[in-house]
């Protein structure tokens, strides 16, 4: 786990979904835990699987006094993600992306995406992914990639810190649970092979 500067990136601005106010990202672990799901992008298909995941944990992270927040890097998809419902919690979005780069986020070249865009493959993929009803698009840029951060009440610690290396990879629901010694009582969903934005399960 890579070294968190929580002052650091506490510091960054982010600006509510629901309000447009702007807040330092500290704020919102300054009177509870908080799990900080950096979405790659609102449209990405894999991340709105993802979030529709991690929402299965929320009721118990509720309970427990532990707030599920989503960080977008930028507006764009907002609106159509928060119609979804795919995320349990609050959303954010940090539009200058210097969270994602804070914490060591990394961003794709334009040759390691471009592929992922290309063929019938992805029309393939694509027709099987909107068929269990998770549907994404290429708006937004398609360069960053996300990952998690939990971190305990007032700053005091940082419980988690995981990066993706690649657009599939997240963490297991007991992973995420188990931090706060929590017995998740939902049943994970089959991750989707991701191809970049493209997914199916």
């Given at each position: 786990?890579?070294?968190?500067d929580l002052d650091r990136v506490g510091k960054n601005l ?188």
């Amino acid at each position: 786990m890579a070294n968190v500067d929580l002052d650091r990136v506490g510091k960054n601005l982010v600006k509510s979904a629901d309000t447009g106010e702007s807040v330092e990202l500290q704020s919102l672990w300054q009177d509870q835990p908080v799990v900080l799901f950096f979405l790659r992008r609102f449209g990405c298909q894999i991340c709105r699987w993802m979030a529709s995941e991690v929402s299965k944990l929320e009721a118990d992270l509720r309970t427990s006094g532990v707030a599920l927040v989503g960080m977008g890097p930028e507006e764009v998809g907002l609106k159509e993600f928060k119609e979804g419902g795919f995320l349990k919690g609050s959303i954010y979005v940090d539009e200058q992306k210097k969270c994602y780069k804070d914490l060591g986020f990394k961003r794709y070249t334009a040759l390691s995406v471009v592929p992922a865009a290309l063929g019938k493959k992805v029309r393939d993929v694509a027709a099987k992914a909107s068929a269990v009803g998770i549907q994404g698009n290429f708006s937004g840029d398609l360069l960053q990639s996300g990952g998690m951060l939990i971190v305990a009440k007032g700053g005091e610690k940082v419980l988690l810190h995981f990066v993706q290396d690649s657009p599939g990879d997240f963490l297991p629901l007991e992973d995420i649970s188990s931090v706060f010694g929590i017995s998740a009582n939902v049943k994970a969903g089959q991750k989707p092979v991701c191809n970049d934005d493209v997914c199916t399960r």
